[in-house]
C-alpha cells in the first residue's frame, strides 16, 4: 500500500517547527557564537525560516505534487536532524550546518509550493 501523501496541516505544522526551533533558540545559539559570521548565521537562519514559513502559507499549502512531497520529507529529516543535534548538544559549528540545511529544505518546500501555484 502506498505511503499517504501529506497534508497542509502536516507542511504548515513542519515549517512552523522550523521556525519555531529558530526563534526559540536564536538567544542561546547567539550567546554561543564565537565570531561574528556565526552570529550572522544564526540571525540569518531565523530570516529564512519566517521567510519559507510565509512564503508557504501565501502559496497556499494544499497541492499535492511530487516535488512538494519531496520537498516536505526533506524538510521533515532535516528538523529532525536538529533536534537530535540540539539533544546530543553538539558543537555550534555542526549545529549551524544542520540549521541551515533545514531551513535551506524550508525554503526549497516554499519554492516548490509557489510553482504549484503558478502552474494552477
Known amino acids: 500500500m502506498p505511503k499517504a501523501k501529506s497534508s497542509a496541516s502536516d507542511r504548515q505544522a513542519e515549517l512552523r517547527k522550523n521556525y ?14 564565537k ?6 548565521v544564526v540571525l540569518a537562519n531565523v530570516s529564512a525560516a519566517r521567510d519559507a514559513l510565509l512564503r508557504s502559507v ?4 494544499s497541492s499535492n ?9 526533506a524538510l ?14 553538539e558543537k555550534l559549528v555542526v549545529l549551524l550546518n544542520k540549521l ?7 525554503a526549497d518546500l516554499a519554492k516548490a509550493l509557489e510553482r504549484a501555484k503558478k502552474d494552477k
Open 76 to 89: 521533515q529529516a532535516a528538523n529532525q536532524n536538529v533536534e537530535e543535534g540540539r539533544r546530543r548538544a
Open 35 to 40: 565570531s561574528d559570521e556565526e552570529a550572522f
Open 58 to 61: 501565501r502559496a497556499g499549502l
Open 20 to 33: 519555531l526551533q529558530a526563534i526559540e533558540n536564536r538567544e542561546s545559539d547567539l550567546a554561543d557564537t
Open 65 to 73: 505534487a511530487d516535488q512538494i512531497e519531496k520537498a516536505f520529507k
Open 100 to 106: 541551515t540545511s533545514a531551513t535551506s529544505s524550508a
